[in-house]
T-cell receptor, first 115, second 112 residues
Framework: GDSVTQMEGPVTLSEEAFLTINCTYT??????LFWYVQYPGEGLQLLLK?????DKGSNKGFEATYRKETTSFHLEKGSVQVSDSAVYFCALSEDGGGSNYKLTFGKGTLLTVNP | NAGVTQTPKFQVLKTGQSMTLQCAQD?????MYWYRQDPGMGLRLIYY???????DKGEVPNGYNVSRLNKREFSLRLESAAPSQTSVYFC???????????FGSGTRLTVV
């Protein structure tokens, strides 16, 4: 079945540091890939997505590129802020928006950014 | 505010008790989902409803039942709660053709 593996946390950085959170996936077909973010005490929010190979998703300074050859979708940000402290989830779906669409999530990576 | 509303936000149950978690969305979304979130496990799909009148099992359905009461509401029932069901439960919805979910703020359930 489908699965998502993301780097173990927690990750602790200083403000303005460079962030990478690794994500690799296993899927039988050609999935769409996502990063979700969960701030303390809240539900998850969609951060960015990519639906085909070599697509780059971006939002709020975060970027991730769909790499089919390495089955990866690593999240990066050039300069993190304290407000980026949250749990980040990588996810995939094999159904492109259709009725059987459902997301498979990784285990999440806790990011803490110190001032 | 428009979105996904879950009730209650917190609940403590004794082993063997039953309860229903409520979820409602006001965005006219077709699909609705129930996930549980456990430390070190990420989110795991319990049940989902692709459209009004249909429900399907997800990854971890045992011990749960669901009802898609109408297009707005999708409830999750624990008939006989067990300590292993201690978790944070999230409801989510999605419009047909969209990729992103809209999540509720969660229900933190403790079974003692």
């Amino acid at each position: 079945g489908d699965s998502v593996t993301q780097m173990e946390g927690p990750v602790t950085l200083s403000e303005e540091a460079f962030l990478t959170i690794n994500c690799t996936y296993t899927a039988t077909g050609y999935p769409s890939l996502f990063w979700y973010v969960q701030y303390p005490g809240e539900g998850l929010q969609l951060l960015l997505k990519a639906t085909k190979a070599d697509d780059k998703g971006s939002n709020k300074g975060f970027e991730a590129t769909y790499r089919k050859e390495t089955t990866s979708f690593h999240l990066e940000k050039g300069s993190v802020q304290v407000s980026d402290s949250a749990v980040y989830f990588c996810a995939l779906s094999e159904d492109g928006g259709g009725s059987n669409y459902k997301l498979t999530f990784g285990k999440g990576t806790l990011l803490t950014v110190n001032p | 505010n428009a979105g996904v509303t879950q009730t209650p936000k917190f609940q403590v149950l004794k082993t063997g008790q039953s309860m229903t978690l409520q979820c409602a969305q006001d965005m006219n979304h077709n699909s609705m989902y129930w996930y549980r979130q456990d430390p070190g496990m990420g989110l795991r799909l319990i049940y989902y409803s692709a459209s009004e009148g249909t429900t399907d099992k997800g990854e971890v359905p045992n011990g749960y039942n669901v009802s898609r009461l109408n297009k707005r509401e999708f409830s999750l029932r624990l008939e006989s709660a067990a300590p292993s069901q201690t978790s944070v439960y999230f409801c989510a919805s999605r419009r047909q053709g969209d990729y992103g979910y809209t999540f509720g703020s969660g229900t933190r359930l403790t079974v003692v």
